[in-house]
């Protein structure tokens, strides 16, 4: 992606209030964003854009969004659609991903939910090499055939659920991830627990990850470079030091 954006949205809703609101909560998070204000603007962008994902309203005055979704797979547009409808009807969802869907978000949604949801999407449609299993950040690499994380050569342990929040922030190196997309990604979109919960897994993964030693080659031990940060008041990341 030009200025190393990491991926090409369609935000498509009637509501401008809606479209102006994500457009610029996805930008600020690292998207390209181009938007339409109905089905048939859609169409003319999604075709002349080559989106990596569209956004999609379901209810719109001209041209519905199962209709648009129908039209641009028969142009052969295959890029992941996330639709958003007011209704949390069943038959919505069915007719959604009937149509060529991937996901949906009901309104009114958090802005937090609908940027892990794309995420998401992209992860699972987006072609990943299947000969290398390797995630790797600085001396921190997972192995995401046998699930073993090592880090300076040390086979560390890891629960499920330690694993899992490994893998998101090493699937965001360099990026801050909030509490609320953390908690949206790991335990998943419905879990209502409290925040706190982010706090103390982050700590046990300092502990394993950030807390590992070695011995260097004049027989001191060594302490590896925290990796694993803290940006006060937004959230956490991973990144390789600095030096």
């Given amino acids: 992606m030009a200025n190393n954006q990491e991926a090409r949205l369609v935000v498509v809703d009637d509501e401008p209030s809606i479209r102006e609101l994500l457009s610029a909560s996805?930008?600020?998070s690292g998207f390209e964003v181009i938007t339409a204000s109905n089905g048939t603007e859609a169409i003319d962008v999604i075709v002349d854009s080559n989106p990596d994902l569209?956004?999609?309203?379901?209810?719109?005055?001209?041209?519905?969004?199962?209709?648009?979704?129908?039209?641009?797979?028969?142009?052969?547009i295959?890029?992941?659609?996330?639709?958003?409808?007011?209704?949390?009807?069943?038959?919505?969802?069915?007719?959604?991903?009937?149509?060529g869907g991937d996901d949906y978000v009901t309104k009114p949604f958090s802005?937090?939910?609908?940027?892990a949801r794309i995420r998401a999407i992209l992860r699972r449609t987006r072609d990943e090499a299947p000969d290398n299993p390797i995630i790797r950040v600085a001396d921190l690499e997972?192995?995401?055939?046998?699930?073993?994380?090592?880090?300076h050569g040390e086979l560390i342990d890891l629960s499920p659920t330690e694993y899992k929040l490994l893998r998101y922030l090493m699937d965001n190196e360099g990026r801050v991830l909030s509490k609320a997309q953390i908690l949206d990604h790991v335990w998943q979109y419905?879990?209502?627990?409290d925040?706190?919960?982010v706090e103390s897994y982050i700590s046990y993964l300092?502990?394993?990850?950030?807390?590992?030693t070695y011995i260097d080659n004049d027989g001191n031990e060594q302490k590896v470079v925290p990796i694993i940060l803290t940006k006060r008041g937004i959230g956490y990341m991973i990144r390789e030091p600095r030096d």
Avoid: C, Y
Avoid at 111 to 115: D, M, P, R, Y
Avoid at 142 to 151: L, M, W
């Fill in 26 to 28: 996805l930008r600020f």
């Fill in 54 to 76: 569209i956004i999609m309203d379901v209810m719109m005055p001209d041209i519905d969004g199962f209709t648009v979704t129908s039209r641009i797979r028969q142009e052969g």
């Fill in 78 to 99: 295959d890029a992941p659609v996330l639709f958003l409808t007011a209704r949390d009807d069943t038959q919505d969802k069915v007719m959604g991903l009937t149509v």
């Fill in 111 to 115: 802005l937090e939910e609908v940027v």
């Fill in 142 to 151: 997972i192995n995401e055939d046998s699930h073993d994380v090592t880090r």
């Fill in 190 to 193: 419905d879990w209502g627990g």
């Fill in 195 to 197: 925040a706190a919960i």
């Fill in 206 to 212: 300092r502990k394993k990850i950030d807390g590992v």
